[in-house]
């Protein structure tokens, strides 16, 4: 069964809505730039784009990378696989590269082909 909620529900507002299903103790991170270079001018100086994922969380030494899309899910899914080969790169999370990383796509809608997309590239698919 699927579920929808407001058709006037946003990104932020999602990630909110899962966000507080996650226990209190659980480290989490909230738009979080992923890449090699932290520095914004460095950055800029080697031509580097910032990507952000919207929430990790590490629960149980496994990372959770997640985007929250109400359109554009297809991208999202491009989105989380670059995530993934980023986050080792992220000098933040030094501490967290030799756990496993699992990605998650949020979304309000149900679409059947980003489902099988998603699940053929092992993202877990949530429509809240």
């Known amino acids: 069964m699927v579920r929808s909620y407001s058709a006037g529900m946003n ?4 990630r909110t809505k899962f966000a507080a299903k996650l226990p209190e103790t659980i ?5 979080v730039r992923l890449g090699p270079y932290h520095d914004q001018e460095k950055s800029k100086q080697y031509s580097v784009l910032q990507h952000y994922a919207d929430l990790i969380y590490i629960e ?12 554009g899910q297809a991208e999202a899914v491009g989105q989380l696989l670059n995530y993934k080969n980023l986050f080792p790169q992220t000098i933040e999370f030094d501490f967290a590269k030799a756990f496993p990383i699992m990605l998650q796509l949020v979304t309000n809608q149900h679409k059947t082909e980003i489902m099988e997309l998603c699940n053929k590239h092992g993202i877990m698919y949530e429509v809240m």
């Open 11 to 14: 990104e932020r507002m999602l």
């Open 27 to 31: 480290p989490r991170w909230y738009n």
């Open 60 to 71: 149980n030494n496994v990372v959770w990378i997640n985007e929250f899309k109400v359109r």
